[in-house]
């Protein structure tokens, strides 16, 4: 199985750029740019990654995010993510960044999509990693500057795949950005959103119907709820599931008990993702890896679960069929 999971072509569709910052590179980039932070070495600062829910999380992801500041920076980045995804042969990623993280700082919009898009070129010429980049809105913020973030984003839209909504759940449910979702959708944007996280099941249905979103980000707890399975399967919506990350933040009990062995039984189509690696401990092939042990999936199900990521992506239907293909071929 470990062959398996290593051999299997797989797309990422599931990825905060900022959360695959180790802290290492967080490290050398804040001597970089002569920046302090409160941590004395690599291991004190992996010490704190230890969190009861998506807010504590929250709170030193957005901390660490702060010592980037130039198109160098976010290069690095960028790169970094893609030869790991390259050790794990994923093909294809569809990552989130976060530019309100960046701009409230004042690093400039502009600084933030060149450095990441010159990484995912480089990416795609080392590796052959095909992307999509997807930018992604913080939901504790206000509809109004998710606007003025669209607006900086006019000059970059042919650049870009989709939108995307993350950040605390709780009390910031999808209905709150209708106006902005609509303008994006106005525009050609493909419309994600993370819902059912730590959310109620009412978030998931909003995201779905008063959104209509093309993507739900984890969806856990629609689980709680026959209907919304039910209009999930029917509308052949993908949910990106990411069961590190689940665990870490304490949205399941432990990896035996992550939704995803459910979700394909019930016919959803399910994926498999990292969202934050380095602050959850694991890239995406120790998330497939987690899933297999923990849930005692079969190779069939693992194979499943690779297809159906490129199915959910927003590639061309020729390249989802060369990757799926691929996968069929695999013993
Ligand atoms: N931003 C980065 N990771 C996130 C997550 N898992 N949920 C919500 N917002 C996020
Ligand atoms: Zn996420």
């Given at each position: 199985m470990d062959d398996l999971i290593r051999d299997l072509p797989k797309a990422e569709l599931h990825l905060h750029i900022e959360g695959s910052l180790e802290p290492?590179?967080?490290?050398?980039?804040?001597?970089r740019n002569k920046i302090d932070i409160p941590y004395a070495s690599v291991e004190e600062l992996?010490?704190?990654?230890?969190?009861s829910n998506l807010q504590e999380f929250l709170d030193i992801y957005y901390q660490g995010m702060n010592v980037l500041?130039?198109?160098?920076d976010y290069f690095d980045l960028t790169a970094a993510y893609?030869?790991?995804?390259?050790?794990?042969?994923?093909?294809?990623?569809?990552?989130?960044?976060?530019?309100?993280?960046?701009?409230e700082r004042e690093v400039s919009f502009d600084t933030v999509i060149k450095g990441i898009i010159a990484g995912l070129e480089d990416g795609e010429k080392r590796h052959g990693i095909t992307w999509c980049l997807i930018m992604s809105f913080l939901r504790h913020l206000s509809e109004e500057d998710g606007f003025a973030t669209l607006k900086q984003a006019e000059p970059w839209l042919d650049r870009l795949t989709g939108v995307g909504l993350d950040s605390s759940e709780t009390?910031?449910?999808p209905a709150k950005f209708a106006k902005l979702f609509a303008a994006c959708r106005e525009k050609g944007l493909k419309l994600c959103m993370h819902a059912g996280e730590e959310g109620p099941p009412e978030y998931v249905h909003q995201a779905i119907f008063d959104i209509a979103v093309d993507r739900i980000d984890h969806g856990n707890r629609a689980m709680e709820d026959p209907e919304l399975i039910a209009?999930?399967?029917e509308k052949g919506l993908t949910l990106t599931v990411c069961p590190l990350s689940n665990t870490a933040l304490k949205v399941i009990d432990g990896i035996e008990s992550s939704p995803v062995a459910e979700m394909l039984g019930a016919g959803i189509s399910a994926t498999i993702n990292s969202d934050d690696p380095a602050y959850f401990g694991g890239y995406i092939g120790a998330n497939y890896q987690a899933v297999a042990d923990g849930l005692k999936l079969d190779r069939a199900?693992?194979?499943q679960l690779a297809i159906n990521s490129f199915a959910g992506?927003?590639?061309?239907?020729?390249a989802k069929a060369d990757h799926i293909k691929a996968i069929n071929d695999l013993p």
């Open positions: 290492e590179l967080l490290f050398s980039i804040a001597a992996r010490q704190a990654y230890r969190f500041q130039t198109e160098e893609l030869a790991r995804c390259a050790a794990d042969n994923v093909r294809h990623v569809e990552i989130f960044f976060d530019p309100q993280g960046h701009t009390g910031h449910p209009a999930i399967v199900a693992m194979k992506s927003f590639l061309s239907e020729d």
